[in-house]
């Protein structure tokens, strides 16, 4: 088994996308049984909360169906029990180094770093913006990334 857990902010936006997304991934590769996945935040403002209404509206367009999933806080017993933590950008990343264990720092990356285009390090927070559909297809790239690294190491 392999347990993949995307971090964003809210847990509203980007990582239930994200979890959403390489779910549908993984269904459609005949992977699913191999698999726990989840997604967590690093703040606590939304926990408890459904995804974004935009967020559940672009993966829907897509065929992915995230409503059911509730946000939470990301906590430090997730490094012992997650052997990928997918931050979605650099301050995500840093909160998260600052709850790391001692010795947990190799489950954490950045999730672009598993990206087809090298350059950009952040996916940008829709919150504000709006720029769902933007977020999507690069959280979807990212995670065809992701997906060739487990295979290649684990699977
Ligand atoms: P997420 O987006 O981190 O992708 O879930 C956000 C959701 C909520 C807020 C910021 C970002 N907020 O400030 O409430």
């Known amino acids: 088994m392999v347990s993949v857990l995307f971090v964003c902010l809210g847990n509203i936006c980007r990582s239930p996308t994200a979890e959403g997304i390489f779910r549908d991934l993984i269904e459609r590769e005949g992977l699913a049984d191999h698999f ?3 997604s967590a935040g690093t703040a606590a403002y939304h926990v408890g909360s459904p995804p974004d209404s935009r967020a559940q509206a672009e993966t829907k367009r897509h065929g992915i169906d995230i ?4 946000a939470r806080q990301a906590r430090h017993l997730d490094f012992t029990q997650f052997d990928y933590i997918l931050a ?18 190799h489950r954490l990356h950045l999730f672009l770093d598993f990206a087809s285009n090298p350059g950009r390090r952040d996916v940008p927070d829709p919150y504000y913006d709006g720029r769902f559909d933007a977020v999507f297809d690069l959280i979807e790239d990212a995670a065809k990334g992701l997906l060739a690294d487990i295979r290649a190491k684990h699977l």
């Open 67 to 70: 409503g059911g999933l509730r």
């Open 88 to 105: 979605m950008d650099q301050e995500n990343h840093r909160n998260l180094m600052a709850i790391c264990p001692p010795g947990g720092e």
């Open 36 to 38: 726990t996945i989840d």
